[in-house]
Structures are given as structure tokens and as C-alpha cells.
């Protein structure tokens, strides 16, 4: 430390540094002592090990605090708010300062899905800037994946009943001009390499399925969805279109889908349209070939 006088209001330069540090969720006072800091541990809920890195300095008599600091994470744990998936065995740096909390291709383990998080936040009402994404190669979906989604897609997740394996990247922005209190736009996309289940608009139950479903803030969209069906997986579907939920409003969900299909005639499909009541709702719009 450098103490340029002996008033709290003298400048000074001070480092900390804290090796092999153990974090719980009773926070010290020093890691709640400054704005970025507590926007920090309220995005991410941080805890276990760490090293910490503090760079606290005044450079005029009364002025204002500059911070920056890197910490560390060693095993450690984490819920990043705006995909609150737990997150454990959290290795690689988060820097921040006064403006901004970056994350430096950090990894961790979603129960059993490995992710990586890139970007950063502002950490200041004045600086609402968000660029961030959460992505993994080797991902899990079920239930569990689309309880993190946001608010206004998980009524598109609820017209599914998937369990399968693939890729996704989550990605959170707000622009630097926007309203500091705006909610930031979340793109999702989700590439299926083997996944089973139905969509509960057309409950006809599928195997291997491959391709690519989009979430935007307005509508989802499904992109060469190559399914197995039939009770002996003989058969073949390709679902492509759209579920429109304009303004994010997934009470007033409307498909509009194609599908292509070559599939047995057996038990399965002729009990599928005693099944499908709702593929005659006026909000369905689904042709066939």
C-alpha cells in the first residue's frame, strides 16, 4: 500500500491479494464494500475456492475510488442470474472494475454438461451493457435445461417433451444505449444430435432426432428436424417453421409448421389423430406432404 496521508479522504494505492481463499455465501465486508463488486456477486452468487487479486486506489484528496481485480476460481461454484443453471467445478478468471465484469472463458460443470461462459456486463447504472454468452458442445436437455430458459420461452419449451443430447449457445445483450433497467434480449440455440420425445401439438413419439431449434424474443424456429417414428423407428420426419409468440407473449403461442413424413401406417400413427385434438386450433397453421 501506498498511503498518501493519513485522512480517510488522502490518496492512497492499495493491492490485496488473497491466495487459495474459501468463499461462502456470508459474504466478507470487504467483497460487499464496493458497487462492482456486490453487482458482481448478485449476478453469479459465487462460492468455494478462489484466488483473489484487489487493486483499490484514490488518486486526489476526496475523490473517487477506482477498483479493479481479477478472482480466480478454483473449483468453485456459481448461478449466473440470467441462466440460473447450477454450476459447479467453475474454473478461469472473472476480471472487474468500475465499469465492467468480464468473464474469461470460463468453465464449469451444468450437473453433467460442461458449459463455457465469454463476455461482459456493466457493473454501474450508467454502463448497462451486457455481452454474454453461456455454450456447451456436449450438452444434456431435459427438463432441467429448460427451467434456466427465460421467462418468455418457456412456454415454447413446455410445448415439447424432449429429452436429448447436443449444443447450445445462450447469448444476453443490452445494447450501451439501452434503458439501464430494460430486460436484456436472450437468443438461445439449441442443435439436437439424438434426441427422443414428441411435440405435444402433434403427439407422435420420435427417435434420433437431429437439427436445430432458434429461440428469439418474438418467435421459434425450428430448422430441418429430422426425426425416426413408428413403432418399429422405420419411418422418417422433417419438421421446419416457426411458433410466432410476438412481444415475448407465450400465452398467444401460433405454430406455423410444415412437415414432410414417409412412416409406417401402424398402431402408433392411426391412434395419433384420437390423440391430437388440438392440431384443429385455430391458432395451428400445419400442412403436410
Known amino acids: 500500500a ?8 488522502s490518496p492512497f494505492d492499495l493491492t490485496l491479494r488473497l491466495k487459495n481463499a474459501y468463499v461462502s455465501h456470508d459474504y466478507p465486508p470487504l467483497f460487499i464494500s464496493y458497487l462492482p463488486s456486490q453487482d458482481l456477486l448478485q449476478r453469479i452468487s459465487p462460492w468455494g475456492n478462489f484466488d483473489l487479486a484487489l487493486s483499490i486506489k484514490r488518486l486526489s484528496w476526496n475523490g473517487n475510488l477506482f477498483l479493479e481485480g481479477d478472482l ?10 440470467h441462466f440460473p443453471y447450477p ?20 468453465t464449469a460443470i451444468g450437473e453433467e454438461t460442461p458449459v463455457v461462459m465469454e463476455g461482459s456486463l456493466g457493473a454501474t447504472y450508467s454502463n ?10 456436449d450438452a444434456s436437455f431435459d427438463d432441467r435445461m429448460g427451467a434456466c430458459l427465460p421467462e418468455m420461452y418457456k412456454g415454447v419449451w413446455d410445448e415439447f417433451s424432449l429429452r436429448g443430447h447436443g449444443a447450445f449457445v445462450c447469448k444476453v445483450e443490452r445494447a450501451q444505449t439501452a434503458a439501464p433497467n430494460s430486460a436484456p434480449v436472450t437468443h438461445v440455440t439449441v442443435t439436437l444430435d439424438d434426441g427422443q420425445g414428441y411435440m405435444k401439438l402433434f403427439p407422435y ?11 428469439t424474443a418474438d418467435e421459434t424456429f425450428i430448422e430441418n428436424l429430422a426425426v425416426h417414428a413408428g413403432e418399429d423407428r422405420s419411418g422418417t420426419l422433417v419438421f421446419n417453421g416457426s411458433v410466432k409468440h410476438p412481444g415475448g407473449d407465450v400465452s398467444n403461442l401460433q405454430p406455423e409448421l410444415s412437415l414432410k ?9 392411426l391412434n395419433l389423430d384420437r390423440k391430437s385434438t388440438r392440431l384443429n386450433s385455430s391458432h395451428a397453421n400445419i400442412s403436410y406432404a
Open 2 to 9: 501506498d498511503l498518501r496521508g493519513l485522512s480517510p479522504e
Open 72 to 81: 480466480a476460481c478454483r473449483d468453485a461454484h456459481l448461478r449466473f442470474c
Open 87 to 106: 454450476l459447479d467445478h467453475v474454473n478461469g478468471t472473472i476480471h472487474f472494475n468500475n465499469e465492467a465484469v468480464t468473464f474469461e472463458r470460463v
Open 128 to 137: 448497462p451493457i451486457i455481452d454474454f454468452t453461456v455454450s456447451s458442445n
Open 205 to 215: 413419439r420420435l427417435w434420433g432426432a437431429a437439427g436445430k431449434i432458434v429461440f
Open 261 to 269: 413424413a414417409e412412416v409406417p401406417i401402424d398402431d402408433a400413427f
